[in-house]
């Protein structure tokens, strides 16, 4: 699968070889091309960032409130992100792009014969042995194909691989890897001077300086990158110190280009070198079309943090103003006494039939005797005389008229303290007469008792008048 991705942008590469019979301005075409397609993601990124930026604030307000507790500093944190609709990984996932785009073209640019060409793995063996046997050193292993590719120019060697690689001959073609003089197939070495007579002068040095060249145009491009990212100087240390890896990533990528370039092929550094010419075109590009956004998002920001002020005075001063109503309120009541609580009185006072002597409660706070009445038992099987009881009943219902018993809900009077002393001592009545008077009326349900009772005695027995 990999081998058939890399087959195809190989042939493109080898059909703009053709097309501009150049090899190094076929390789800044490419680079071009592949700028311009990630072009959208780019300014997707670089809007990313300044989202990012645009809440540096609220994150340096979370980071003092919850810098002691990290777990609930990175929930609040990305609470924010999710409320403000940003992906905090979008600014710096673009950036990483082109890397997968460079170990591609290291593939094809290092195998030209397998990538470009698309022979197979024994038709390139094949050829890079028919090379080797006109008496020609290829140099390592890793860059055999490129230079036996740089040599097929000859017409002498061209006519050997193709002999050796049979079926494939007609998919070989010759590559101009000349630049200015220089050999893109050759790769740059610290000791230039030793290449002097096999490669020349010039060639030796320009091979010498190219990953110089790409060294500084990438740290200019970073440098460049570091100044459209930032909203104004403040936001801009802010992010530094908030990003220091990706502040210690665009440091160090520079440096990578300057090893890379002494490892590959010349052609390699082409590409790294036109790739940051592009991607600083880009930024300026992006800063410019962002730029009305940069000033709305700043503008958002300081309304934020004007309304944020506003929102903690108002609290400050509803504060101060319930603080004060307190101390004024205390300097009132301070030279007041309390008032007493009143004692707790008696909810309701006893019933008559609640008392027993000097107790008031001794059957309780609310007795009543009549409350539940109770029916005397009769024997089902006995039979009533009912105008015996009827007549009973009327002989003896004129007393429930004189009787005027007190009501239950009526309380007396309660209890002095001398008279809760002082019981005072009820005289016998002298006389029937006087016993009769001092006798308490009967209620109608012990009347009505009576008269049952008296109706269950034996007939032959007159009932007590």
């Known amino acids: 699968m990999i081998t058939t991705i890399l087959q195809f ?77 940003v992906n ?85 073609q010759a590559i101009n890897f000349n630049m200015l003089g220089i050999d893109l197939a050759q790769t740059p070495t610290l000791k230039f001077w030793e290449n002097f007579e096999t490669l020349g002068v010039w060639c030796s040095v320009g091979l010498f300086l190219i990953p110089f060249v790409v060294t500084a145009l990438n740290f200019g491009y970073t440098k460049l990158s570091q100044k459209t990212n930032a909203i104004n100087g403040q936001q801009a240390q802010a992010n530094d110190s908030a990003n220091a890896s990706m502040k210690m990533m665009n440091y160090l990528m520079p440096l990578m280009y300057l090893w890379f370039g002494f490892i590959m092929p010349a052609g390699m550094c082409v590409y790294m070198a036109f790739s940051a010419i592009f991607s600083a075109l880009q930024e300026l590009i992006c800063a410019r079309m962002l730029r009305k956004d940069f000033a709305k998002m700043e503008a958002e920001r300081q309304q934020r943090e004007l309304e944020a002020k506003e929102a903690e005075k108002q609290k400050k001063a509803e504060i101060a103003a319930r603080r004060a109503a307190q101390e004024e309120e205390a300097k009132k009541n301070r030279g007041k006494k309390r008032p007493k609580k009143a004692k707790k009185g008696v909810k309701d006072q006893p019933t008559q039939f609640s008392r027993v002597g000097v107790r008031s409660y001794a059957r309780g706070r609310a007795y009543d005797p009549n409350r539940y009445p109770v029916t005397p038992y009769r024997d089902p099987a006995d039979v009533l005389d009912e105008q015996q009881l009827e007549a009973e009943y009327a002989k003896r219902g004129h007393k429930l008229e004189q009787a005027e018993p007190e009501p239950a809900d009526t309380a007396p009077e309660a209890l002095t303290a001398e008279a809760a002393v002082e019981v005072p001592q009820v005289e016998a ?34 009932p007590e008048s």
């Open 88 to 172: 905090p990984m979008g600014g710096c996932l673009w950036s990483l792009l082109p890397l997968p785009i460079l170990m591609a073209l290291y593939y094809i640019i290092r195998r030209p014969l397998l990538y470009m060409m698309a022979l197979t793995e024994d038709q390139v063996t094949a050829a890079i042995e028919a090379v080797q046997a006109l008496g020609y050193d290829l140099g390592s292993s890793a860059y055999q194909e490129i230079h036996a590719a740089s040599l097929m120019q000859n017409s002498e060697v061209m006519s050997a691989v193709q002999a050796a690689v049979g079926d494939g001959a007609d998919k070989l």
């Open 429 to 462: 009545p002298d006389t029937p007469a006087e016993a009769a008077e001092t006798e308490p009326a009967k209620s109608a349900d012990e009347l009505f008792a009576e008269i049952q009772q008296d109706a269950a005695a034996p007939r032959d027995e007159k």
């Open 9 to 85: 942008f190989g042939g493109f590469l080898l059909w703009m070889c053709n097309f501009f019979h150049s090899y190094a301005l076929s390789l800044i075409v490419f680079t071009l091309l592949t700028r311009l397609v990630l072009f959208p993601l780019t300014l997707r990124g670089k809007r990313s960032m300044m989202q990012m930026n645009a809440l540096n604030a609220e994150v340096q307000k979370l980071q003092k409130q919850y810098g002691k507790d990290k777990d609930r500093l990175n929930e609040e944190t990305q609470k924010l992100y999710e409320r403000e609709g």
